[in-house]
């Protein structure tokens, strides 16, 4: 397993699906899974996935500048951070944001789900 590759199919898929449909997201988070969005913890997957859908904007566009990620502990999960800016439908400015997903891997497909997601936007 490549842990940058994985990553990066990981963040493209995710993003992908974010800007597209935001509730096809839900299959990447189960009941353990928390987020926190900009200070809110939301737990299990049809929270979080309801959370993501009730965002007050029904496009956007996110640009990815840098992805980082890291093995986390004996069970093979990883750490995936993520830096780029957001673009709003009918806004002029993008927004810069931030976000951390711990992945888990899943037995035994060998896929992964988010056992943990923070974001937050970065005002400058």
Request: hydrophobic share 35%; with cysteine.
């Amino acid at each position: 397993m490549d842990p940058d590759g994985v990553a990066k199919q990981f963040v493209d898929h995710y993003y992908t699906t974010f800007d597209a449909n935001r509730t096809g997201l839900g299959n990447l988070y189960q009941e353990s899974s928390m987020l926190t969005f900009e200070g809110q913890k939301i737990q299990g997957s049809t929270n979080i996935v309801a959370k993501l859908t009730s965002l007050p904007f029904q496009q956007c566009k996110h640009s990815i500048t840098t992805v980082d990620c890291q093995p986390s502990g004996p069970a093979n999960g990883m750490l995936v951070f993520v830096s780029g800016n957001l673009q709003l439908s009918g806004e002029q400015h993008t927004l810069k944001f931030s976000q951390m997903f711990h992945l888990m891997p899943t037995a035994p497909q060998g896929n992964f789900f988010v056992l943990n997601d923070i974001f937050r936007l970065n005002y400058a």
